[in-house]
């Protein structure tokens, strides 16, 4: 797999692209099912109905990227980096996200079934996951008919900004 500036819809099945730079690459639509990319650097980049199912994404940083409607299933996240990325429909259906960092990360419509956290996960608002609580206290982030629905107010640079989107979160 070689990142160009345009690399959509490219497809790795079980392939290895470990501790690898793909800081603000356009692979959106890319199949990377089952791969395994720990330690990569994805940082910025448009990852965009890309299939992540099953891959190994330990430690790997998605800061800033948008991974709108993103799936994945089964996927390990721990550790990943994941503060200002739009996650928005994103479909993390029984991944871990066991020490994962969420901070300013935009979580709306994600689906969140059977994902494991644990009390070193960082939620959107900074605080940590709290496994007392469950899976209910993520329900904020996700849903926007939620009576607190959550927004950052200070933060113009991440996709769940409260005020006006930075021109990188908009749709053209």
């Known amino acids: 797999l070689e990142a160009k500036p345009d ?3 490219c497809w790795l099945r079980s392939g290895a692209l470990r501790k690898k730079f793909f800081w603000g690459a356009n692979l959106r639509r890319a199949k990377l099912f089952r791969a395994d990319l720990e330690g ?3 940082n910025s980049a448009n990852m965009s109905d ?3 199912d099953e ?3 330990i430690a790997t940083g998605f800061a800033g990227a ?3 409607h993103t799936k994945f299933k089964r ?3 721990i550790g990943a980096s994941m503060q200002e990325a739009n996650l928005k429909d994103a479909d993390f259906f029984c991944a871990d996200l066991r020490g994962a960092n969420l901070n300013d990360a935009n979580l709306e419509n994600a689906r969140l079934i059977q994902a494991q956290f644990d009390a070193t996960t960082k939620l959107p608002d900074g605080t940590l996951y709290d496994p007392h609580k469950g899976i209910v206290q993520l329900e904020r982030f996700v849903s926007r008919s939620h009576p607190q629905f959550w927004r950052t107010p200070s933060n113009d640079l991440s996709p ?3 005020g006006q989107l930075h021109r990188k979160w908009q749709r053209n």
């Open 7 to 9: 690399s959509k819809n």
């Open 40 to 42: 990569a650097d994805f």
């Open 50 to 52: 890309a299939d992540l």
């Open 55 to 57: 891959a190994r994404l």
């Open 66 to 68: 948008n991974l709108e």
């Open 75 to 77: 996927a390990s996240l």
């Open 160 to 162: 769940a900004y409260a």
